[in-house]
């Protein structure tokens, strides 16, 4: 059997968090203007989405050719990306490959150093965050600065991003407001919070920094194989400027963004506004194809990043994980995320496909020690994320398989002789309904109203909020082969024979 | 027609009411009822919490229950069993069965419900002849709406009993937080969730909120109870059981 292909290696970039997610939900559960953050700017997202989604009659269809193309891509992803990575090169870009965050860092800080300057302008991008680009450029003395506004206000609190889309969902107007007026130089201390207010002032900062920079680096929503384009949609023009002004642009691309055909962005440039910010189209989208001369960038540089995408293709049925466009719907109609917000998942990616993405990605090393590993149970696998997915990738389905790749590979544990236990339990219906009568039992321990209102570990989180009813005297299978359950399923089935004598229609 | 009935475990132990109603209301339908007794647990709780090989014999256990071809259909009052049964098993049995249990697991799920989609899709019945004169909201579980898609069918039901005044619950499709595990694993998100759950149901004014799992209405109703709402969890079965002349018993107490 050829050997497991590398994750992100342990301890770099931000796949992983401090601690386990319940842990970290705990905390920000009892942040309340965290929540009411969340649950309005969630609430409005989904029904915009909702809106713009329903309008199109071919919605259904388009998430089919969505998810078919994205299939497909990963069917053979490696001759896709050397054909990507020749037709950048007959373009006039350089590619570049990272097997991990580590080496793509290294070959960005490189890239940026051979430029002279020590100073690159950010477009919004998950790869970059995925690898802490912006902390490894500092450590090397380059200083990044992220363009979008939301990612500008959460680098400047010194903060992480939340969500994959509104980095700064957790922030509202007032504490933008604040941000600002304590790490934006010269901004004017008469700033209200409105948010035309505060675009301007983040506007005048950046606009500055547009004039004058050399570099930028980007991410990339799309690569196309046939044609060596890259592809970039944003709401703001922040990225416009990136992608033309500098000498010398940087674009860090996820080995599972490319597609095959040009054609196929008809697909995607619908699927993705709708679905993320819900509009019908972004404001921009901007493709380029290597260098121009005479017009934007002329030095063009592409990394492409593997850190752990190639381990996930390799799992049979975790690999649909890939699929991923970032569009963020699965979080905004996600119930656990509007309760804890994206930091308690600790990593780039929250949220459902965070949940599925992030352990794949980065594994669940250290077993049950390693907070990866307790990501795959971060759900109620309710369902809501595979119903705004647009290209259907079934999160459910998959936090259920990495639940089972968990339990697979951890030593024993009391939940898994619980388990084993249960399951001896209930494959003997013997020992089955003695179990049920000494539960049974448990009726006594119960309080006046028949309810436990304490249970021991591990269940006592349960028993915080909810009464739990003491099993009632008798179990369905004993009432049911009981006389009295026998004399009511017999006056049941009389009434029944009657009813079909009055009304032949209504049973057969 | 000859119906087995699935008690699920959950059902069978902690809310056998709720499965009586079941086997009444199909028998007075007109329909032969029968309850394999050597039936025990679908699984469920294994998978979603990650095992599979556990849950092996369950799943065949379930097979030989109710694999007699004698059985026309196999019934339970859970959207999530059900769910569990035809989504689930087959995963189980591909990875872990042999080929007897593959094909076991196949010929059973063509032939399981919930109890909404049996009713409807399979008997053609909404109205069963149900009287509960109560105010009532319906909370559709997560896994009968978006996994098995039973859409407006428990509504159609409810809609059509006689003396009911049934009340729409706000953001009815919002998960309430139970999940299995997740409410054990995750209890203070669950609750969080629970807790707009409650809030919806009291802003109904509703004095029952019904749904087609006991499993989720063990964690409603568990909530409501420790907040001493006033309102209480019936499973669907048993509004629809309820009749004028065998009423029950809330609607016995209240006259």
């Known amino acids: ?39 309005r700017a969630t609430h409005s997202i989904r029904a915009k989405r909702l809106d713009v989604t329903g309008e199109l009659p071919d919605w259904e269809q388009l998430r089919d050719a969505g998810s078919a193309i994205k299939t497909d891509t990963m069917n053979r992803l490696p001759g ?39 100073e690159v302008l950010k477009v919004k991008s998950m790869a970059t965050q995925e690898i802490g680009l912006n902390e490894h450029l500092a450590s090397q003395g380059i200083a990044a600065l992220e363009t979008d506004l939301a990612e500008l206000i959460v680098q400047l609190a010194d903060d992480r991003p939340s969500h994959i889309l509104v980095p ?50 980007s991410g990339a929503n799309f690569g196309i194989a046939e044609t060596g384009t890259l592809s970039v949609v944003e709401s703001e023009g922040n990225g416009r400027m ?31 506004p709708r679905s993320s910010t819900g509009e019908r189209m ?28 190639t381990a996930a293709l390799a ?33 780039t990616y929250p949220g459902p496909i965070g949940a599925v993405l992030t352990p794949q990605l980065a594994g669940m090393h ?23 997915c647009p290209v259907k990738i079934d999160i459910p389905s998959l936090l259920v398989e990495l639940r089972h790749q968990h339990t697979e590979q951890s030593k024993t544990t009391a939940e898994k002789l619980a388990m084993t236990a249960a399951a001896a339990v209930m494959k003997r219906p013997k020992l089955f309904t003695a179990a049920q009568r000494t539960a049974g039992l448990g009726r006594v321990l119960a309080g006046r109203d028949g309810t436990f209102s304490r249970l021991p570990p591990p269940f006592q989180g349960w028993s915080d909020s909810r009464d739990t009813p003491a099993p009632p005297p008798q179990s369905f299978r004993s009432w049911f082969a009981s006389a009295d359950g026998a004399a009511t399923m017999r006056a049941a089935a009389e009434e029944g024979a009657r009813h079909t004598d009055d009304d032949p229609q209504e049973a057969q | 027609m000859r119906i087995a009935l699935f008690a699920t475990c959950l059902g069978d132990t902690l809310f056998p009411e709720a499965v009586k109603s079941t086997a009444v209301l199909l028998a007075r339908l007109g329909h032969d009822v029968v309850f394999p007794p050597q039936q025990t647990c679908c699984g469920q709780m294994h998978v979603n919490t990650g095992y599979q090989r556990e849950p092996v014999p369950l799943v065949r256990n379930f097979a030989e229950q109710f694999g ?77 709406l978006r996994m098995l898609r039973v859409g407006e069918k428990p509504l159609r039901l409810l809609r059509a009993v006689e003396g009911i005044d049934l009340v729409e619950l706000p953001e009815a499709d919002a998960c309430c937080g139970f999940g299995g595990t997740f409410a054990v694993k995750n209890a203070a998100t669950s609750s969080a969730m629970l807790r707009d759950k409650m809030d919806h149901i009291a802003g109904t004014g509703a004095k029952v909120c019904t749904a087609g799992d006991s499993s989720c209405l063990m964690h409603i109703g568990g909530g409501l109870s420790r907040i001493k709402s006033g309102t209480r969890t019936l499973h669907l079965a048993q509004i629809l059981a309820s009749t004028r002349t065998a009423p029950h018993a809330l609607t016995e107490a209240a006259r």
């Open chain 1, 1 to 39: 059997m050829p050997a497991v292909p590398p994750r992100s290696p342990y301890g770099t970039g931000h796949l992983r968090g401090e601690r386990t997610f319940p842990e970290a939900a705990h905390d920000e559960l009892g942040n309340e203007q965290l929540r009411r953050n969340l649950g």
């Open chain 1, 282 to 309: 972004n404001p921009y989208t901007s493709l380029w194809t290597g260098v121009t001369p005479g017009d934007g960038p002329q030095e063009f540089h592409l990394v492409l990043l593997d850190n752990g995408r």
């Open chain 1, 168 to 217: 700064a969902i957790h922030r509202n107007r007032d504490e933008i407001r604040e941000i600002f007026l304590r790490r934006i130089p010269g901004v004017d201390p008469a700033l209200g919070a409105a948010p035309a207010e505060l675009a301007a002032a983040a506007r005048a900062y950046l606009r500055e920094k547009f004039m004058t920079a050399e570099v930028a680096v």
């Open chain 1, 80 to 118: 896709l990306l050397e054909q990507l990575e020749r037709k950048v090169t007959e373009h006039g870009g350089t590619v570049h490959w990272a097997r991990d965050g580590v080496e793509a860092n290294e070959i960005v800080t490189r890239l940026v150093r051979r430029t002279g300057s020590d």
């Open chain 1, 366 to 388: 250290a077993a049950k020690d390693d907070p990866n590993s307790s990501l795959p149970y971060a759900s109620s696998l309710c369902g809501a994320c595979f119903d705004a």
């Open chain 2, 68 to 144: 007699d071809p004698s059985i026309e259909a196999v019934v339970m009052p859970s959207g999530s069993c059900a769910g569990s049964v035809r989504h689930q098993h087959e995963i189980v049995a591909d990875r872990y069965g042999d080929a007897a249990l593959r094909a076991g697991v196949a010929t059973v799920k063509t032939k399981t419900y919930e109890l909404s989609e049996f009713l409807v899709d399979v008997l053609d019945a909404t109205d069963v002849g149900a009287y509960f004169p109560h105010r009532v909201t319906y909370h559709p579980t997560c896994h009968s």
């Open chain 1, 242 to 272: 990136c992608l033309t002004l500098p000498e010398t642009l940087i674009t860090v691309m996820g080995i599972e963004k490319v597609l095959p055909r040009f054609q196929d962005l008809e697909v995607f440039l619908q699927l993705l």
């Open chain 1, 315 to 347: 799992d049979t049925i975790g690999r649909e994980a890939l699929n991923c466009i970032r569009c963020s719907a699965c979080l905004n109609v996600c119930p656990v995320y509007e309760r804890t917000g994206g930091h308690a998942y600790g990593s």
